[in-house]
């Protein structure tokens, strides 16, 4: 049976372009994988490759389900959900194939991420409930999951209870990581007898949801407790991330010795297939711990066995950072330089936000001046380490050029934190630069990094000499200003490995299962 298309939905662009792509489960004298070639470089999901589709049957090419799943696959894969979105829509609604259960999941969940929970709450009523199986519930759990939603959530598994689809881990898996998401620690074990009672193994994913809870708590003796049931039954069970994320509750406890051990063993089982996400994390967690020898032996390692790409440099450079190695920081900096690998502008910008921090400035500012001349764009981020540390070390007007800077490069979301704008504002009106507090307010409201109404209030702050308005009291009670976390700010996950629920076998996009 075949479901109606989603009509008259405003799409909401979001996904980064994504170019080189390969459809890898196809060779490369397939016609299909040529139809791939041409909707791979279209990564701006504002620019729609329903064209393309259609020229393609213009052109009295045919074209069959199973190619068109995997190219739904391989968009997912790198997050172009727009685009696997329509794909989707367009087998149903131009080539008229008969969608699946499981083609069904995987559309719920696109249209999740693509348009909301609000719209893959109307699509899931509108499917037959013959076909509400298993991958169906568990996709709408997913989505109330993603959006942390307990409530629905929760409901969704009670009504899973009622038809009988709760006899496997799924979703189990998805609830209990849900709870962990959302600090629910003291439901997890519950959920885990509940588990039990039904004779439902735990998997992995269920060890690890666990494991990660107790990690986030510092909990020394429910750590060790699950590593030991593990160990016991160690079948399909174990492997390089279990460890790992055992080594980050420790070292949160403050016990490095078994941090150590358990980061030796996750080394031990790491696969050939995860090796360069594997040694990304744990350069990390051995830098935690504070051993740089066994630092730089990963990295040579890594070297040795991978051809390491800019996570794996970013990695190695915060644990150098993290450790003050400084030297060997600048020295794998120009080593990535040298290699002219895609510039990814984070890389400097570690190294800029380290000078600041330590006071270095004029390293900071040469940096950045060396990147200008080489035509490399410093974005928000650049700016915003300069801006706070001239703040700290009393050179306000040099502070508020540079965040005047980072406003202007901001994407969109980017939020400073109150305080560093409050002292440009009381800067600017204390100087009595009327002028240039009114540009700034501009660029302010501009960038939406505030709300019209407070822009109006501090437009009438800075034009009245006699106002006892105080900025900082003002940015704290707009919910819109950000807090300091600046959101869009990529930094390497040195301290987290949370574990996905087991429905990645059937939602996530690098599932070799779908």
Known sequence: MKLPGMIGITKIPKLGSRLGLTLRNYSTATPMNHLYRRISPLGDPKVSIVPVLDQWILEGRTVTKQ???????????????????????????????????????????????????EQAEKYFNNIPVKLRLLEVYSALLNCYAHVKDVKKAEAVMQKMRDLGLDRTPLAYNVLLNLYYQTGNHEKLDTLMHEMEEKGIKFDSFTYGIRLS???ATSDVEGIDRILQRMESNPVNVLDWTIYAVAANGYTKAGDGEKALAMLSKSEGLVTAKKRSSAFDYLLTQYAAIGKKDEVKRLWELYKKKEKVFNRGYIAFLTSLLRLDDIESAEKIFEEWEARELTYDIRIPNFLVGYYCRKGLMEKAETLLNRLILKGVKPDAKSYYHLATEYFSINQPEKAVEAMSEAISACRPRWKPSKESLAACLEYLKGKGDVEGAEEFLKLLRYKDVVSVDLHDRFLKYINDSNSSLNALDELEEDASVGNGKTIGFSEPEEDSLNYKPSSSNVFDTDSENI
Request: glycine share 2%; aromatic share 12%.
């Open 213 to 215: 809870a107790y990690a």
């Open 67 to 117: 190619p068109l799943l995997s190219i739904i696959k391989e968009l997912r894969r790198f997050k172009r959900y727009t685009h696997a979105l329509e794909v989707s829509m367009w087998m149903t609604d131009k080539r008229y194939f008969d969608l699946t259960f499981r083609d069904i999941a995987i559309r719920l969940d696109l249209i999740a991420k693509v348009h909301g929970i």
